[in-house]
């Protein structure tokens, strides 16, 4: 039977990790609404790709849905550590939507667009790992107790 009861430390780099995508979609957010150019330093498609056709859902950008979706998977894991391990199961489900259409953007990014955004890749990384803890949190098994010695 698959438990969704996961250990902790996992509970907690899943809210480490969604923090960190959390602040990399409301930087892309901001930046979208002041129309200030994103610094590219690693990559240099950063201003094609977040300016492309790709970049917006009727009119809203992509960045806005990220970041509503790392807000929910922040708050599911941080209720996971909070007693409410019920919530770990929805985490899993956002997770795993959010690293296959980061997948899907990656592939708009490298094959549709030709160009990449590094803020757009921290974000794949970003739900790419909160997928992998998920998955981590399904196949670990917890540490039975040592068995008495008769003497």
């Known amino acids: 039977m698959i ?10 780099a899943a809210v480490i990790v969604a923090i960190g995508g959390l602040f990399d979609s409301v ?4 930046h979208h609404y002041t129309a200030e ?15 492309s ?21 922040l708050i599911f894991a941080a ?9 770990w199961l929805l985490y899993g489900i956002l997770a795993t939507m959010m690293a296959l259409f980061s997948a899907w953007l990656i592939y708009v990014q490298a094959v549709l667009i030709g160009a990449f955004c590094q803020f757009c890749l921290l974000s794949a990384l970003s739900s790419s790992l909160l997928f992998v803890i998920f998955v981590v949190s399904l196949i670990s098994k917890p540490i039975p107790p040592p068995e008495r010695i008769e003497e």
């Open 27 to 30: 930087y892309l957010t901001i």
């Open 3 to 12: 438990s969704f009861k996961p250990k902790n430390w996992l509970a907690a």
């Open 79 to 87: 209720m996971t550590l909070f007693g409410r391990r019920g919530m």
């Open 53 to 73: 056709a790709y970049a917006e859902v009727a009119g809203l950008p992509l960045a806005i849905f990220g970041a509503a979706a790392y807000f929910f998977v």
């Open 37 to 51: 150019p994103v610094p590219c330093s690693i990559t240099e498609g950063c201003e094609m790709v977040l300016t």
